[in-house]
């Protein structure tokens, strides 16, 4: 065994070489250094957490072989593509082989050529698998990808798994680790008791997403609703999930009439067909896939920018698994979950009779959903991990940016609705949603004249509202459970027991307003100026072009990220070109010289220079004074982009110092960080909404402007007056 320095090196050293990383994120790090002690371990990381780099970077490192155990095929052939891009032998046994190619997979385990070996539960465990894999240099340890099917108490036990625990008495001193997006702290003792895992260690990542916003909107128009978000990212990755198969086809066609191309998959469809939406989505020749859960285990796209949920999901760790699928790339992304009391019924009636546990994970979504708390906050808390929420919100979900406001006078809004109801029901004839909103609207239109309902009390009392307001408002109270809709074909509207109670004690109400939504800016990513963003798109055509001839995924070319920085540095040489992070050896190789022509092209059609976005950061930081103060570093004065990079912090935290600074030292002008119009259109907010709360400020913005900025504004002008 290696010493531990020794150790290091070579991570490093892999780490680099391979995929062109300077460092590993401080658990995978824990997590590769627990793999080459040769302990048990059960690994918690989230989605986007770079969890299959703990898996592959040791057996990079010693040279032996790891064996990776996965429920998907489409997830092994993914990750067998990605690693043989950065070079590295891997290969994967499953049913989808020819005989030839099993014969050179064996072949290769036989000589030891291979580092990873993905493997299904049950091809494993055959005889002929075990022998196999106990001849030659044998296994150095094995990694069982999620893990949390081997837990009844998870959201996706699968009976397969649970015979995992037969590795252990195959291969006894063999390390095992179990990995999973999604574990609670009972589904992550069960893995480690199911798996007879000796004494494992336990790595848990946070579970928080902070550059996706998550929103809960009701669904009174499901695809007007979801046309509108998917409109808030054109050209861009969305995934729209359905419960049913025939909702996938049903919301795709109603999108496509719309103008947005979307494509349906669900298991029902034939293989071919599946494999090709998968492969035009990973290559970005397809934008917005409509689909059931079946899509997306083992589908990679880092750049998704939105994760649409038509009905509610089954679960907490479904939904987190599934809105997971969105920014892995950790550019701003959104979840938007479409939520309706029916759904939860419909779902409910279909769960009946099952395992109860089922309905207990459901209830656990219907109450985040109609809670009015942070989501972040929430998510996090489920999975047993707290979520400080700062004062002005996270500023990433629809609870604290106000997406989700009160309805100031609820309670009369409420009261009439629910009078007008009865009023309705005590007439003869049964009547649905829409007759209830056009009595409140006041319509004359002939259902409602039919029924005499013209002449019930409530009518018109609403009628200077809008329709489609009326029609949310009354969908809330089904919501809430104060009315009901019956099933059939034509649902009738009835007023609950609960809906009574209202009108009788004066039980409080809360309905929400729906605020105009605008797409996500919470800034945590890479912002490109005018001239690299054209770039990028180039780089992006290019990509695409060449993940459709080589048939790979277009994000195992290069990320997004990479990407960007590549066109925001523009390097004008091979060297230059490596040196940028998440370009590795064999990527230059392959893809060097494109890129580089490209560069060089745009340059000279454009003017724009080259290597400038690295030299003037370093120019600038070597004008500062070396582990100056912050306020050495204002005064230079300095961007907020080289001061996070000298003092290694986030921008979050430069503009809190730059709020104090500005508070304490009163500079003249803050226009070194702001711009003038900026400055003057949080002035003219600031003093059109009053107060000392910043949230009202940034509605007033139509969250334009972040929380950092507004407060540092504030500072300023309070040192102005
Ligand atoms: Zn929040």
């Known amino acids: 065994m290696a010493a531990p320095v020794m150790e290091q090196e070579g991570v490093s050293e892999a780490l680099n070489r391979v995929w062109g990383f300077n460092e590993l994120r401080p658990l995978q790090s824990e997590v590769v250094s627990a793999s080459l002690k040769n302990r048990d371990a059960v690994v918690v990381m989230p989605t986007g957490g770079g969890k299959s780099l703990c898996f592959q970077l040791p057996a990079i490192v010693t040279n032996t072989l790891t064996v990776v155990i996965s429920p998907l095929i489409a997830l092994m052939k993914d990750q067998v593509d990605s690693l043989s891009v950065v070079g590295v032998p891997a290969a994967a046994l499953n049913s989808s082989l020819s005989a030839e190619e099993e014969a050179s997979i064996v072949a290769k385990l036989r000589a030891g050529d291979l580092r990873l070996l993905y493997v299904s539960p049950e091809r494993l465990l055959l005889p002929a698998t075990l022998n ?282 409420a009261t009439r609705i629910l009078e007008t109801a009865i009023a309705l029901s005590e007439g003869e004839k049964s009547f649905g949603v829409g007759v ?112 459709a001839e080589k048939g790979v995924p277009a994000y195992v070319i290069f990320h997004d990220a990479t990407l960007m920085r590549v066109a925001s540095i523009r390097p004008s040489t091979p060297e230059n070109l490596r040196a940028i992070s998440g370009v590795g050896d064999k990527q230059a190789a392959e893809y060097g010289s494109s890129l580089l022509r490209m560069i060089r092209e745009f340059a000279e059609e454009t003017g724009a220079g080259l290597d400038t976005g690295a030299t003037p950061v370093i120019q600038s930081t070597k004008a500062l004074p070396k582990n100056g103060s912050y306020a050495d570093h204002f005064e230079a004065p300095a961007s907020i982009e080289d001061i996070c990079r000298i003092a290694s912090v986030k921008p979050t935290t430069v503009w809190g110092h730059l709020a104090t600074w500005v508070a304490t030292t009163k500079p003249k002008s803050i226009e070194p960080w702001l711009d003038a119009e900026t400055i003057a259109r949080v002035k003219a907010a600031l003093a059109a909404v009053g107060g000392t709360q910043l949230k009202p400020v940034f509605e007033y913005l139509s969250e334009t402007v972040p929380y950092d900025k507004i407060r540092v504004v504030r500072a300023f002008l309070e040192t102005e007056s």
Request: with cysteine; charged share 25%.
């Open 132 to 413: 196999l894999l106990k001849q030659g240099r044998g296994v150095a340890r094995f990694a069982i990808d999620e893990a949390h099917c081997i837990s009844a108490w998870g959201h996706d036990f699968r009976p397969e798994f649970r015979l995992l625990h037969r590795i252990k008495e195959a291969f006894p001193g063999v390390p095992v680790q179990a990995f999973t997006a999604t574990a609670t702290p009972k589904v992550q003792r069960d893995i480690a008791i199911q798996l007879g895992l000796e004494r494992p260690l336990k790595f848990v990542g946070i579970f928080d997403r902070p550059n996706l916003t998550y929103r809960i909107v009701s669904k009174d128009d499901t695809v007007g609703r979801i046309a509108e978000a998917v409109g808030r990212y054109p050209d861009e990755g969305v995934i729209v999930y359905c419960l049913a198969r025939k909702d996938t086809e049903s919301i795709a066609n109603a999108l496509v009439a719309r103008g947005i191309s979307a494509v349906a998959y669900h298991a029902g469809l034939p293989n071919d067909v599946r494999r090709k939406v998968s492969e035009n989505f990973a290559q970005e020749k397809v934008n917005v896939i409509v689909a059931t859960v079946a899509f997306g285990m083992g589908i990679d796209r880092g750049n998704v920018r939105c994760v649409i949920h038509e009905c509610i999901p089954k679960s907490m760790e479904g939904y987190q698994q599934e809105t997971g699928r969105a920014g892995r790339d950790g550019q701003p992304s959104e979840c938007v979950l479409l939520y309706s009391h029916g759904d939860v019924l419909r779902l409910k009636r279909l769960l009946a009779g099952g395992d109860p546990h089922h309905l207990t994970l459901l209830e656990e979504v219907r109450r985040f959903a109609t809670s009015h708390e942070c989501r972040h906050k929430a998510l996090s808390e489920h999975f047993g991990q707290e979520y400080p929420v700062s004062e002005g919100g996270c500023g990433a979900c629809d609870v604290c940016t106000g997406g989700m406001k009160r309805l100031g006078n609820s309670q009369a809004v």
């Open 436 to 547: 209830l909103a056009g009595v409140l609207l006041g319509s004359r239109v002939k259902m409602i004249l039919e029924r005499g309902a013209d002449r019930a009390p409530g009518f018109g009392a609403f009628a200077s509202e809008e329709k489609e307001r009326v029609s949310s408002w009354i969908h809330q109270m089904v919501d809430l459970g104060l009315l009901q809709v019956s099933s059939g074909d034509y649902p009738v509207l009835s007023v609950t027991e609960a809906g009574r109670e209202v009108l009788e004690t004066g039980a409080e109400v809360s309905l929400i307003e729906n605020v105009a939504l605008v797409r996500s800016v919470k800034a945590t990513g890479t912002e490109l100026d005018a001239v690299s963003e054209e770039l990028y798109v180039k780089f992006r055509t290019w990509r695409r072009a060449t993940s």
